[in-house]
């Protein structure tokens, strides 16, 4: 039986591919199913640690840290971080959330989608009132890009600045080229 299934995928090789397509895929959606299951359930936020991370608490009584899925906000030292801070400790404070895992950043981060309960994100809600920046490595999220280029021409948040603000990655490089050279 083995052979004639063989015999039969090498002359037709576009159900040979087909196959291997299926596999794949059946795959990919499994290791995405047990990503999102070996995620705990949160319990509540603990603290908020800048203006896109969170401390947050599971059902099991675990901690850790997570961030804001897209969304980039200054770093604790840089202009506007403690206003961008401040906001996301508002806004999570005052609402009842629901925080939902959207898989890892190339950093190993667990990132987030914080909803309130009425189903307002609170992720876009950082980028539309200009308290963060669209993450680089979410640009392909139009409407996060949009949000940002509505609050640029509000001129709110940090984008009410004379000059365009520094981004939270140049800074980044800026702090480890400083320390490096030992000034």
Known sequence: MKTKLLGTLVKHPIAFVLIVLALIFVLLLS???????????IKQILEVIDGNTLKVSTIEGDTFTVKLKGVDAP??????????????QKIV????VLVEYSGKDRWGNRLVHVTTKKGKSINELMIKEGYGWVDR???????????????????????????????????????????????
């Open 31 to 41: 290791s995405k199913a047990v990503e999102a299951s070996d995620m705990p359930a």
């Open 75 to 88: 770093e604790l030292g840089q202009e506007f971080a403690q206003e961008s801070l401040n906001y996301l």
């Open 137 to 183: 490595f979410f640009l392909s999220q139009a409407n996060l890009i949009e949000l940002q280029e509505a609050a640029k021409i509000k001129n709110i948040g940090l984008w009410n600045k004379e000059e365009e603000p520094m981004a939270p990655w140049v800074y980044d490089r800026i702090q480890v080229r400083v320390r490096s050279n030992g000034r």
């Open 93 to 96: 404070a005052n609402e009842n």
